[in-house]
């Protein structure tokens, strides 16, 4: 038997009161089935183990929103040129229509077409780009913008970003209204939304009032947290779970109004969310106390998903449904505090 497989059977839960079967979408975080999900099932992706998309910096660049949309779908290579239309199965003529002599494809459209060429070079010529255009062979699109990024400099990076949606826009003015593509035209478009950004930054932050000035020298200050004894005649109960390395564990302990430690309690939890250790640590620990006599139970913890769960304010995440019945189940009895 694999380790993989013994980790998946240790993170199974096994509920401690009667229960009723239900069915569960386990690829939902309520358990309720989503056609979203189900696309991420269909495409073998797993959400929780997918890497965070690389160009996530693009929402970081001092630019215009829509042209953040736009470097968004160029990134994504969904800008709908006549080669990625093709590819897509509609019958078209894929020749570039500023060129007509290549597929325009993404990297021919904003860096091989040499009418677009032209059009960097005049950029450069005018000293408003200091960046030469440079493209290894077999470079994509988005690999050259990520190299372009680690080279220059933030303002230079923005400049590029808005000749090229501006080279996209006289792309489209020359496909759907036939329009010729003078030189100066994506050049000057691109210099305009650059300086209307920049203008209309400085005035936004010249007439906005600070209305909370930042301290000189700001205070720190330091928070001790410790323990407290519950009143007499009560028990707390600590519970918290951890994850290291895909598998999970969770442990309790029980001390009286005094503070002397009455039981303690840790287990394995294979390879279970970590929200799965959080919640068997404290019904493991309400069961103990339940069945060693308590009915005085302060209970103390700090995931706030789980306590509110347990207080009814939202709705249980689907992988710990069962284990907040059973602290349901547990509390009958007792006189509990969270």
Not at 92 to 98: A, M
Not at 267 to 288: C, D, M, Q, Y
Not at 295 to 308: F, P, S, T, Y
Request: aromatic share 8%; glycine share 6%; with cysteine.
């Amino acid at each position: 038997m694999g380790d993989n497989l013994v980790q998946l059977i240790l993170a199974t839960l096994i509920p401690s009161s009667p229960i009723p079967d239900s069915v569960c979408w386990g690829l939902s975080g309520t358990g309720d089935f989503t056609t979203k999900s189900a696309s991420w099932a269909a495409h073998d992706i797993d959400p929780t183990k997918t890497a965070s998309w690389e160009f996530r910096w693009i929402w970081n660049l001092d630019i215009m929103p829509k042209i953040k949309v736009f470097l968004w779908q160029l990134c994504h290579a969904s800008l709908p040129t006549r080669g990625t239309l093709v590819k897509r199965s509609l019958q078209i003529d894929p020749v570039c229509p500023l060129c007509n002599s290549g597929i325009e494809d993404l990297e021919h459209l904003f860096l091989q077409c040499p009418v677009v060429q032209d059009v960097w070079h005049l950029a450069n010529l005018h000293k408003w780009l200091s960046i030469p255009l440079r493209v290894a062979p077999g470079d994509t699109i988005q690999y050259w913008l990520s190299k372009l990024r680690l080279s220059s400099s933030p303002v230079q990076l923005d400049r590029v970003v808005a000749l090229l949606w501006s080279i996209w826009k006289s792309r489209n003015n020359a496909v759907f209204c036939n329009e010729r593509l003078p030189l100066a035209v994506p050049l000057i478009r691109a210099k305009k939304a650059s300086a209307e950004w920049r203008i209309r930054h400085k005035l936004t932050h010249s007439f906005q009032p600070s209305l909370h000035p930042a301290p000189t020298h700001p205070l720190k200050k330091t928070h001790w947290v410790a323990w407290k004894k519950p009143p007499q005649g009560f028990i707390k109960l600590n519970s918290d779970g951890s994850k290291v390395h895909q598998q999970a564990s969770g442990g309790f302990v029980m001390r009286n109004w005094k503070g002397h430690v009455l039981q303690v309690g840790a287990f394995p939890l294979g390879a279970a969310s970590i929200l799965v250790p959080e919640a068997t640590a404290l019904r493991n620990g309400l069961r103990a106390a339940v069945e060693a006599g308590f009915r005085k139970v302060i209970i103390e913890g700090d995931n706030q998903i789980l306590i509110q769960a347990i207080q009814g304010l939202i709705q249980p995440p689907w992988d710990i449904q069962v284990l907040v019945q059973d602290i349901h189940y547990y509390s009958t009895p007792v006189f509990m505090l969270v």
